[in-house]
């Protein structure tokens, strides 16, 4: 299968589109890894890259309001709608959007760039006047960014309701390899402020190409307001998902504002563990939830509902079947996932240990959050829209509660302090002078998760009544003890060769981690194959159409 190919055909399965989907998110996540070793090994957990992640709320809070226009969950089943009924009616309603958007974007982006100084003092109180200089700079360079990506999303809308999946599934790599390109080339010439410039990039690359696959379509946009086409319905479909994603980042925006005041590089070990934790749900989460979606708002339009809870339920048992396992072998295999990451140049030993105890508290929100990215837009297919903002709106004030009840109670109780740093096993002389108040923060955006989590599907239970409960409590059963058997294993093969592999370099770090990981992979696909797992079946029958010319009998119809 050559790339072009992929340019143009589109793909026959949920399954096949997501593994698409998730190996360019494999390549990107391994350039993301290289991206914050690089800033880890050039800055440590220092306040300059406390600089840098601060400097991004503002952008991305922008990014989220843009979703009013934007949003793939409100645009691609209204462009479906409108294609159904004419591709003209399509076509003029894209071309409004993306008229509308640019010229909204420019009015908002000017009034932020002028108000930025204002702003960021009260976002990061714990920094000092020239490190708000700093990241308002920094912030007026990002604010390019989400025009870029916003133009980036509505063309990805059109690509995706076509099914042609490859340009959107590269576009990220793009993102990152021109960040990379800020901190390798751009920082050296132009300081910190090169980093922001390689975000630009990046975001400018992140569109720039899906263009060919746009002009393959025939969809290219022309600068023209269509009234007949109805382009401000979006407002009122992704009115509520863009509030949530908004609730999203002002959560993180108060969490970072929260980490300012807890001690130098809070802001930095939070979003460097956040990285690694997210990368497991990009990879399935995000991809399995990518590829569903149109077929799933397909079939709400065509009012085949049995078949719709099908699809969701057979995407969900997939992303349990991978987020379950990969969460119990990243608690097992943390502290050598941030070692090889993070472990090198700058960054001490004091900031290892406290992203290892980090990403081991983001590392349950991996199911849940998997669950949301796929439960939101269930609910997007369906039109009902408002319920997701609810949801999301009682886990943003679980985070908040949480964040600021833990940060209070860890600094004023020594007991709780030393129990929760023997929890969470951080190996640190003195903890009583050490900054381990920000723990609770991914603590907090964990059980935040799990709230919306919760509250989403006990709504699609009430939906589909006994049905997708019972497939999907048998999955879970069955999952978890393929989990379990995994992670045993490799936690028993990391302690037999831990005197083999002292981890004292990088290279007995990676053959430690590697030699178990072989171990607690092998174990899983033996017993993966033993217990003749569904999921594991249709994965692999999806894998053998894919890559060969054989026609193989899948285990259940997918619909794409």
Request: aromatic share 12%.
């Amino acid at each position: 299968m050559t790339p072009s190919r992929f340019f143009k055909t589109e793909l026959a399965g949920v399954h096949q589109t997501a593994l698409l989907l998730a190996l360019t998110s494999v390549v990107n996540g391994i350039l993301g890894l290289l991206r914050d070793r690089f800033l880890a090994a050039e800055f440590g957990a220092s306040r300059s890259l406390d600089i840098y992640y601060a400097a991004f709320r503002i952008p991305d809070i922008l990014f989220s309001l843009s979703l009013f226009f934007i949003a793939s969950t409100a645009f691609i089943p209204l462009f479906i709608a409108r294609e159904e009924e004419s591709p003209k009616k399509a076509q003029e309603f894209f071309d409004s959007l993306v008229t509308i958007f640019v010229g909204s974007m420019i009015v908002v982006i000017g009034i932020a760039y002028i108000y930025m100084p204002h702003i960021i003092p009260l976002m990061v109180p714990g920094f000092s006047a020239d490190e708000v200089a700093t990241t308002v700079a920094l912030s007026r360079i990002m604010l390019f960014s989400p025009l870029f990506l916003g133009l980036s999303s509505l063309i990805s809308g059109v690509i995706q309701s076509s099914k042609r999946f490859f340009a959107y599934a590269v576009a990220p790599i793009f993102y990152n390899l021109g960040i990379i390109v800020g901190v390798v080339a751009f920082l050296p010439e132009w300081g910190i402020e090169g980093l922001a410039y390689g975000v630009v990039l990046g975001a400018a690359l992140h569109m720039i190409v899906q263009v060919p696959t746009l002009l393959l379509i025939r969809a290219f946009p022309r600068p023209r307001i269509k009234l007949e086409a109805r382009p401000f319905d979006i407002i009122s479909y992704s009115f509520p998902r863009a509030c949530a994603l908004s609730l999203n980042q002002v959560s993180h925006l108060v969490l970072t504002a929260i980490a300012s005041t807890l001690g130098v590089g809070a802001i930095a070990i939070f979003n460097l563990s956040h990285n690694l934790f997210a990368l497991p749900l990009t990879i399935i989460g995000l991809s399995y939830s990518i590829a569903a979606f149109p077929t799933m708002t397909e079939l709400v339009l065509k009012d085949e509902k049995d078949l719709f809870f099908r699809q969701f339920t057979n995407a969900l048992r997939h992303i349990l079947f991978w987020t379950i396992p990969i969460m119990m072998l990243f608690i097992v295999f943390r502290a050598h996932i941030v070692r090889l990451v993070l472990g090198t140049g700058a960054f001490a030993w004091l900031d290892t240990h406290l992203t290892i105890a980090s990403l081991f508290l983001f590392s349950f929100a991996i199911v849940t959050q998997s669950i949301v990215t796929l439960a939101v837009r269930a609910y997007y297919a369906l039109g009902r829209i408002r319920e997701p903002l609810w949801y999301n709106f009682a886990s943003f004030v679980v985070t908040i509660a949480a964040a600021l009840i833990g940060t209070f109670v860890l600094k004023e109780n020594m007991v709780t302090k030393q129990f929760f740093a023997w929890v969470l096993h951080i190996r640190i002389e003195d903890v009583a002078t050490a900054d381990i108040e920000f723990l609770a923060l991914p603590l907090a955006y964990t059980l935040g998760s799990l709230v919306n989590a919760v509250l989403l599907m006990r709504s699609i239970f009430r939906l589909d009544g006994k049905t997708t409960r019972r497939v999907l409590g048998i999955a879970v059963k069955r999952i978890t003890g393929l989990g379990v058997v995994m992670a045993l294993a490799g936690y028993v093969t990391l302690s037999l060769f831990a005197d083999t592999f002292p981890l004292e370099t990088t290279l007995a770090v990676f053959v430690h981690a590697f030699l178990a990981g072989v171990v607690s992979l092998a174990v899983g696909i033996v017993l993966a194959e033993r217990m003749e797992m569904p999921e594991y079946q249709e994965i692999k029958a999806a894998l053998i159409t894919r890559f060969s010319r054989r026609e193989v009998l899948q285990p259940e119809t997918e619909h794409l």
